[in-house]
DNA sequence: GCGGGTCGAGAACGACCGTTCTCGCAGTGC
DNA sequence: GCACTGCGAGAACGGTCGTTCTCGACCCGC
């Protein structure tokens, strides 16, 4: 508790726990205080608002999804069995003990329509994740238009997977995206 | 007021239309009533409880989708072009001024963690989606596992139109479709 | 040992929400 | 005319939430 650091650093782990898993309005500031022992004066000195506190969930977890893909995916070489592992690594991610889709989503879902910062984390998420896809295709030597394929059967799958509650649909959007790179490498 | 169904009707248009806007928890039932006309009385008396009303506006919500999308699925004669208009009618979908993605998805994140009900009705929208799917690709002699990519597609598109705020997804994911079709023609 | 500052625990506050209750009004049968 | 029933408007109730405040304990330099 003494140091700023870590306290911070419980909060964001407790409320990254508690938003995801009951969505954020669900999780009163008392539930935070109460999974982090961080006290509520703390918080309120750390993040001066519960709004400023999801933002803050939102971004560590943008970057830390984004960094555990790399990492899977960059334990293939090829730039084929990388666009596949995307896939892959979805597939370990819904299969994850309480996994409940895409926090983005969620939150958008959620507070989209009232927070226009919650918004905009989750169109940056959302285009970063584009972005990294089309890395990976171009170095492929595809065009960039099916990375825009690509994402869209990742996010379907996401989706897919939260509500059906089975990790299958990334299987599923692994045989399309196949599909669609035999069928670009081809026109190509 | 006086009929009994009437009120059940305005009562569930100005639900649907408040739910869908706003969120189900940012929407009080006082919101409900001051949309709808209808006394907080008589609103307890048609619907028990808020929860109902919500159960309520998503199993009209699946039933008015459904049908809009089979009406305009039904201009089409070959089976081809019938699932290639489950694209362009989601590219309508999203052009409509207020969309805001697909409700059961933001209900369900909303609510699945902590309604069950909510979440079966989620599930069985998309279930019902998909053998919808189902029955336009066997009519065109390809394999169901077509269906399966091109929901994961039509799922990706929505979620993605309604984050970026464009209906463009609908129109890549109708490529993706074409491919996925002519690959799958081909295998069989 | 002691004043000053810091902190945690929890009360307090104001707002809002879902739900129920009160009350006054209007219509009906007789 | 009159008791009765049903209704709408809004108050009321109990609970929760975000946020702030109080208060007592602890710790530091001196």
Redesign the pocket.
Known sequence: ??DQET?RERVLEAAGELFYARGV???????V?GGS??????L??LF????ALVLAYLRQRDARWRRALAEHVDTRAAPEEKIVAVFDWLHRWFSEPGFRGCAFVNSFGELGATSAEVAEEARHHKQAFHDYLTGLVTASGRPAALADQLALLAEGAITTAAISGTPEPADRARDAARLLMDATARTV
């Open positions: 508790m003494p306290a309005q669900a999780v009163g500031m008392d539930a205080r022992g961080v006290s509520l004066k703390r309120y000195q001066p608002s519960k709004e």
